[in-house]
């Protein structure tokens, strides 16, 4: 059986994948500094006889890895950035292991390496004879700014045929719903210090206008239709408070289930920061620092993604911290209420729940946003969650950092498995992989895909950082 080959091949680099894994969460890096995680992958990519293009959609972190040749061609994607702020041991309380450093709150060590094994399996299906060729799209900077719009920009998904990713999670089963596309703004304020005692009337707040815009934005809230979402925070709102700020930032995301009313909301809101500008009497400049499309779904890419994840069973996690961590989450019953109420009583009593599952996002329009969106607007894309983390670990949290760097490899090898299982099935049965793209089709295909980033944003000014220059393989 297919599946089983893979689960044999990925199981032959169980030491080497575990390994690596806890090696990229020694050593998080943030959004678009990604270069010993991009190293790492890479050479072993490399050593195996992927053919490398590194630096990819002009980012260096960003590399696209072929093994193979010929149709069809599948592919998945790796992400391996870090959040900041959020270092942590891997262990069963709150303990930074570098106060402030960054960490590995959303498993992206063993997004990117889980993502590796699977196509290191299917590599060595196609030497096995299977036809066809298995791509590798390292894409970085998912916690900020977002790497795959300008991935998808270049081109590297076009002559892809079908992505199968992945996402850290608490349970295995693929997923299925779609999410919210999203804006992201910067707003900046430009007016003139003074004596705020003394000389107020020689001044003018830069602060007034983002507090004023953020005023807009609570009556806005009111008036736009459910499913949106606003925030804001005030990035930099002065020093003083004795001294008139001449400069103040906020910053603010629109999130709705289409591009197009993004976009709308979007417009109210520059229109909101002009008014606020009039208001205050100063000037602001309003910059669009990320834009992503919500996820199409393929159900019946999702269907395949199940199929496998049954073929595989369950596994176990054999470590006294799992339930350790487990108990530190306390109640999770909010986190358990999207799953069936069989699943949910069965996962409760468990530290580790991995029962493969039907999806329980079918049908729904997630409150969150990944800029796996536009790459599911050009090519089909199934999408699944691991259990990597114990029930109920919400994304974000220091357990779900202490897991990434202990109890979660068991749950990564299994994505390994269920990737590379659906891959395969994807390269061997025409049919199937067929239907996946006639859906895709059906759903809009990708002629209609505008990028939404304005074509000339450069995502290292748009992030602040400095270029890291290109990675070399070790
Ligand atoms: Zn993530």
Same mark, same amino acid.
């Given at each position: 059986?297919?599946?089983e080959? +893979?689960?044999?091949?990925?199981?032959?680099?169980?030491?080497?994948?575990t390994?690596?894994?806890?090696?990229?969460?020694?050593?998080p890096?943030?959004?678009l500094e990604?270069?010993?995680?991009a190293?790492?992958?890479?050479g072993?990519?490399?050593?195996?006889g992927f053919a490398? @293009?590194v630096g990819a959609?002009g980012?260096?972190t960003?590399?696209v890895?072929?093994?193979?040749?010929g149709?069809?061609i599948v592919?998945t994607?790796g992400e391996?950035?870090?959040? #900041?702020?959020?270092?942590?041991?891997?262990s069963?309380?709150?303990?930074p292991?570098e106060?402030e450093?960054?960490g %590995?709150?959303?498993? %992206?060590n063993? *997004?990117g390496?889980g993502s590796?094994?699977?196509?290191l399996?299917?590599? &060595?299906? +196609?030497?096995?004879?299977v036809?066809?060729?298995?791509?590798?799209v390292?894409?970085?900077a998912?916690?900020?700014?977002?790497?795959? #719009?300008?991935?998808?920009?270049?081109?590297? *998904?076009?002559?892809i045929?079908?992505v199968?990713s992945?996402?850290?999670?608490?349970?295995?089963?693929?997923s299925t719903g779609?999410?919210l /596309?999203v804006?992201?703004?910067?707003?900046?304020a %430009?007016?003139?210090?003074?004596?705020?005692?003394?000389?107020?009337?020689?001044?003018?707040?830069a602060?007034?206008?983002?507090?004023?815009? !953020?005023?807009?934005?609570?009556y806005v809230?009111?008036?736009?239709?459910?499913?949106?979402?606003l925030?804001y925070? +005030?990035?930099?709102g002065?020093d003083?408070? !004795?001294v008139v700020?001449?400069?103040?930032?906020?910053?603010y995301?629109?999130?709705?289930?289409?591009?197009g009313?993004v976009e709308?909301?979007?417009?109210?809101? %520059?229109?909101a920061?002009e008014?606020?500008?009039?208001?205050a009497a100063?000037?602001?400049e309003l910059?669009?620092?990320?834009?992503?499309?919500?996820?199409r779904?393929n159900?019946?890419?999702g269907?395949?993604?199940?199929?496998?994840m049954?073929e595989?069973?369950p596994?176990?996690v054999d470590?006294?911290?799992a339930?350790e961590?487990? /108990?530190s989450l306390?109640?999770v019953?909010g986190? $358990?209420?999207?799953l069936e #109420?069989d699943?949910?009583?069965?996962?409760?009593?468990?530290?580790y *729940?991995t029962?493969?599952?039907e999806?329980?996002?079918a049908?729904?329009?997630?409150?969150y946003s990944?800029?796996?969106?536009d790459v599911?607007?050009v090519v089909p894309?199934?999408?699944?969650?691991?259990?990597t983390w114990?029930v109920?670990?919400p994304?974000?949290?220091?357990?779900a950092?202490?897991?990434?760097?202990?109890?979660g490899t068991?749950g990564m090898l299994y994505?390994?498995?269920? +990737?590379?299982?659906? $891959?395969?099935?994807?390269?061997t049965?025409?049919?199937?992989?067929a &239907?996946v793209?006639?859906?895709f @089709?059906?759903?809009g295909?990708?002629?209609?895909? @505008? #990028?939404?980033m304005p074509?000339?944003?450069?995502?290292? @000014?748009?992030?602040?950082v400095?270029?890291p220059?290109p990675v070399?393989?070790d």
């Amino acid at each position: 059986m297919q599946t089983e080959t +893979i689960a044999s091949a990925v199981e032959d680099r169980r030491d080497r994948l575990t390994a690596l894994a806890r090696d990229l969460w020694e050593r998080p890096e943030t959004a678009l500094e990604e270069t010993y995680a991009a190293r790492r992958l890479v050479g072993v990519l490399e050593e195996r006889g992927f053919a490398l @293009e590194v630096g990819a959609g002009g980012l260096d972190t960003a590399f696209v890895a072929r093994y193979g040749g010929g149709e069809p061609i599948v592919a998945t994607m790796g992400e391996y950035d870090a959040l #900041p702020g959020l270092s942590q041991r891997a262990s069963a309380t709150r303990e930074p292991v570098e106060p402030e450093a960054p960490g %590995h709150g959303c498993g %992206h060590n063993l *997004f990117g390496v889980g993502s590796l094994g699977a196509a290191l399996a299917v590599a &060595d299906a +196609i030497d096995g004879g299977v036809d066809g060729t298995v791509v590798y799209v390292g894409t970085p900077a998912e916690e900020a700014v977002g790497g795959k #719009p300008f991935l998808v920009r270049s081109g590297v *998904f076009e002559p892809i045929d079908a992505v199968v990713s992945w996402h850290p999670g608490w349970y295995n089963a693929p997923s299925t719903g779609s999410c919210l /596309a999203v804006d992201a703004f910067e707003v900046t304020a %430009h007016g003139k210090s003074s004596h705020a005692a003394a000389a107020p009337e020689a001044g003018r707040s830069a602060l007034d206008a983002i507090q004023l815009l !953020n005023t807009a934005v609570e009556y806005v809230r009111e008036h736009v239709p459910d499913p949106v979402r606003l925030h804001y925070v +005030i990035a930099d709102g002065g020093d003083v408070a !004795n001294v008139v700020p001449a400069e103040a930032t906020g910053n603010y995301l629109v999130r709705a289930p289409n591009r197009g009313l993004v976009e709308e909301v979007s417009d109210w809101l %520059h229109d909101a920061a002009e008014g606020a500008a009039l208001m205050a009497a100063v000037d602001v400049e309003l910059t669009r620092t990320s834009a992503m499309y919500g996820v199409r779904p393929n159900d019946r890419l999702g269907g395949v993604i199940g199929e496998t994840m049954a073929e595989l069973g369950p596994f176990d996690v054999d470590d006294p911290l799992a339930a350790e961590l487990r /108990a530190s989450l306390g109640d999770v019953s909010g986190q $358990l209420a999207a799953l069936e #109420p069989d699943d949910r009583e069965r996962a409760r009593e468990a530290s580790y *729940f991995t029962d493969p599952i039907e999806p329980p996002d079918a049908g729904t329009v997630g409150s969150y946003s990944t800029d796996s969106g536009d790459v599911s607007q050009v090519v089909p894309l199934g999408r699944m969650r691991t259990a990597t983390w114990p029930v109920g670990t919400p994304a974000h949290s220091w357990q779900a950092v202490a897991a990434s760097g202990s109890t979660g490899t068991e749950g990564m090898l299994y994505a390994s498995k269920a +990737i590379g299982g659906t $891959l395969l099935k994807l390269l061997t049965e025409p049919a199937v992989l067929a &239907d996946v793209v006639a859906e895709f @089709e059906r759903r809009g295909g990708a002629d209609g895909y @505008e #990028p939404a980033m304005p074509g000339d944003a450069d995502p290292y @000014e748009l992030l602040g950082v400095d270029r890291p220059g290109p990675v070399v393989a070790d």
